[in-house]
Structure formats: C-alpha cells, structure tokens
C-alpha cells in the first residue's frame, strides 16, 4: 500500500522565526508519534560553502543557482524515500521549498532553470501538500527583527535594511501563489502565538481533529487604493453531501493559471471539524460539478490578498449570487489581539461568527 506522506514548506522572508519553528515542530510532532523529516535550506549550504549571490561574475551566479534547484530537488526526493520506509506515520518538512528561488532571480531566468530541470513553476508547487508563509519581523514586528541568527543574511537591521526584507517577504509570499494550501502566519505580539498558529496548520494538513475556530470577518468598503496585492478571480461550488458534511469545490484562477481544489469539513463534535482537502485536475473538476447541490447558487468573487502591519487580509468582492458585498477577513488573530486595519479599508459591521456571511450560507442568496 502506497503511503501518503506529506511534504510541507516552511518559508517566509528574513527573521520570520522559520529556525525556532522548525524546532518546535520535529518536538511536537514527535511527542504525537510521528516521524518528522527536515529538509535543510539549500541557498544557506551553498552560501556557506563559498558561493554569493552578489558575485559580478554571472556564469559563477547562474551555475550557482542552478546548482541550488537541482540540489533542493534531489534532496527532497532523497527524504521522501527515506520517509517511505519508516514504519511510523511521516512527514517532512522543508526549510523552504524550490518556488523560494525564483523569488531572488529574474523571470527568464528562472524560466532557464526550471527547462534545465525539466520542470516549470505549476509542477514545482504541486510537489507540496502545504505552504506556510511566516511573515517577516521586518513587516509589523521590527523591534524582533535581528540579522544575528544567520550569518549569510545581507539585510542590514536598519531603515533600509528594514525596506529590503519586507520586500523579500512579499516576493517569496508572490511566489507561491496560487497553491491551494498556502497559509499565512502573522506576526504578534508574543512569538509563541506565532508558533501555536503554525503546529495547528500542520495538524490541519496531517488531518488532526482541530477545535472550531472563527475566522476574524469583517463588512468593509475600499475607501483607497489597496497596496500591493495577490488579485484571482474565485468561483465556488457546493456539493450534494452527509448532514455535518461541508464539500467545497473550488476554481481559482490568476495570470492564465488555474487550481481547482476538493475541500471536505466534517464535524465530527460540536467544538471539533476534521478538514481535507485535495488538488484536482480540470477533468475531474468538470465531473464533480454534476453532483452540485441544487439549493445553493455557485459563489464567483475577485478576492485581493496583501500583508499589512504583519497581519495578512483577504478582501473577497462577491459577483454572485450576491452583489456589493465586500468582506475582509483575517486569519490567527490571537484572542484579545487587535487587527491593524489598513487606512484604506472602511469597516461597517463586525460579521466573525456570524453564519448569514458564511459562504456556505451566502450561497443560498440570489441577487435580486
């Protein structure tokens, strides 16, 4: 019997906390019974071993990242097969993951890469079960950010230096979009939150029963231009399932790519959801809409991702069944945290918990 073991990246720009979290997660999950496998950061290997990413020598630059992709391919394929044959359930962890490199690199030249290896950007994401994005201390917690944990850091811990990691953080965030797992984990104001947050996501993944927890929604207009943003367009159907059974088809689409994903909650006690989720492919989405249930109209809406202030916002503009609808929401805001919301969002009504702004519900709406 073919074993299912999942393969996770911890990724996120500098000083996110991805060394303590990797630590804490190999004791946790160990203490559970499992098995946890780490993939060590290839950039920092080869940093270490002599090579730089600011040589002026461009064939030394290119070799040097092309090393670097066939080295994280050929490591984490390694640890598969070593996870395969352990007789304990498995997983592995990466120390960032090969979509992390094209976020240093120009396009073309990742593009370069990537026919080299015989691979592209969509099939790179899809070795992942899961991606968690640790944001950056630079963005929202600056008085924790330090360059003195890793010695091959270039970002200096000043003003600029400060600049240059919240842009890294959001190329590395711009690189993964799209996968259908890819979380993210705020900044707060104690670093324990922040770790809690990333063992229950990983449970999540592993399909470990988790407490009921309300996403932080909020009714809200744009009253400015929103920053820089992950902008796809979404189209959401439900299907035909048991009582306690919530399954969720759906189509994200950006820049010409699609994702379609198979989402099942089932609530198996009344503070308690088991949630599984699976990628599937353009043909077997098309048959699972045959079995869309009736009651509820299918959920098309623009949805607009940004980190701001450490905290990361998904404002999701409905199309149908209902119009004029625009709802924030934001995720692992810890209990009695604040939500730093942006200047150019204008909130009308707190909704968390409320089931009419759940979209399973906004689904038995029609637009009049």
């Not at 092309?66 to 598969?80: G, H, K, P, V, Y």
Request: contains cysteine; aromatic residues 8%; glycine residues 6%.
């Amino acid at each position: 019997m073919e074993k299912n073991i999942k393969r996770i990246v911890l990724t996120g720009g500098p000083c996110a906390g991805k060394t303590t979290a990797l630590v804490r997660i190999v004791e946790h999950f160990s203490n559970l019974g499992f098995k946890v496998f780490t993939v060590p950061e290839v950039p920092t290997l080869y940093s270490l071993g002599g090579w730089s990413y600011l040589t002026p020598n461009h064939d030394l630059y290119y070799e040097g990242e092309l090393a670097i992709l066939q080295t994280q391919l050929a490591l984490e394929d390694s640890f598969m097969r070593l996870a395969e044959t352990c007789t304990k359930p498995t997983f592995i962890v990466c120390d960032r993951g090969t979509m992390d490199i094209s976020a240093y690199i120009e396009a073309q030249m990742w593009d370069e890469l990537c026919q080299k290896c015989g691979t592209n950007s969509n099939a790179l994401r899809r070795r992942y079960d899961a991606v968690l994005h640790l944001v950056s201390a630079a963005d929202g917690a600056e008085q924790y950010y330090t360059t003195a944990t890793n010695s091959t850091r270039y970002e200096q811990a000043n003003e600029e230096g400060l600049r240059l990691a919240r842009d890294l953080d959001k190329r590395v965030n711009r690189a993964w979009e799209g996968h259908p797992h890819l979380r993210v984990i705020n900044n707060h104001n104690d670093f324990d939150t922040k770790l809690r947050r990333v063992l229950k996501e990983i449970a999540n993944v592993m399909e470990i029963p988790q407490p009921v927890e309300d996403e932080r929604t909020y009714i809200v207009e744009l009253t400015g231009q929103l920053p820089e943003s992950i902008e796809s367009e979404i189209t959401q159907t439900y299907l035909v399932a048991d009582p306690d059974c919530e399954i969720r088809l759906r189509r994200r689409s950006w820049n010409g790519e699609v994702v379609n994903v198979h989402k099942t909650k089932k609530r198996i006690a009344p503070n308690e959801v088991l949630e599984t989720e699976r990628q599937v492919g353009n043909a077997l989405y098309e048959s699972l809409l045959q079995q869309a249930d009736p009651y509820r109209a299918t959920i098309r809406k623009t949805r607009r991702s940004f980190i701001w202030r450490g905290q990361y916002f998904q404002v999701d503009t409905f199309h149908e069944p209902v119009a004029d609808l625009v709802l924030l929401e934001t995720k692992g805001v810890a209990n009695g945290e604040s939500v730093n919301f942006p200047p150019f969002i204008r909130v009308i009504e707190d909704v968390t918990g409320n089931p009419l702004y759940y979209n399973y519900n906004i689904a038995l709406r029609r637009n009049s």
